[in-house]
C-alpha cells in the first residue's frame, strides 16, 4: 500500500501519477489527459490568471482524490 499523502502530493504536482501508483492506472491516464486538455481549453478561453486558478483546482481535486484512493 502506497502511503496516501504521497499520492496527494504527486498527483498535484501531475494530475494522474497519485491515482497510478495508487493502483489504478487507467484512472491516472485519464486525469492526465484531462489535465492537459483543461489546460490548453482554458489558456485559450480565458488567456488571464484565471486559466491557473481552473488548472488549480483541478490540481487539487486530483490529490484530494489520490488521497481518497491511497486510504
Excluded: E
Aim: net charge positive; no cysteine; charged share 5%.
Amino acid at each position: 500500500m502506497v502511503n496516501a499523502i504521497l499520492a496527494a502530493v504527486l498527483s498535484f504536482l501531475i494530475p494522474g501519477l497519485g491515482q497510478a501508483i495508487a493502483g489504478d492506472i487507467k484512472k491516472g491516464i485519464i486525469f492526465f489527459v484531462i489535465a492537459i486538455v483543461l489546460a490548453g481549453i482554458a489558456s485559450l478561453i480565458f488567456r488571464t490568471w484565471f486559466a491557473g486558478i481552473v488548472n488549480l483546482l483541478y490540481s487539487l481535486f486530483a490529490a484530494y482524490d489520490a488521497y481518497q484512493m491511497a486510504q
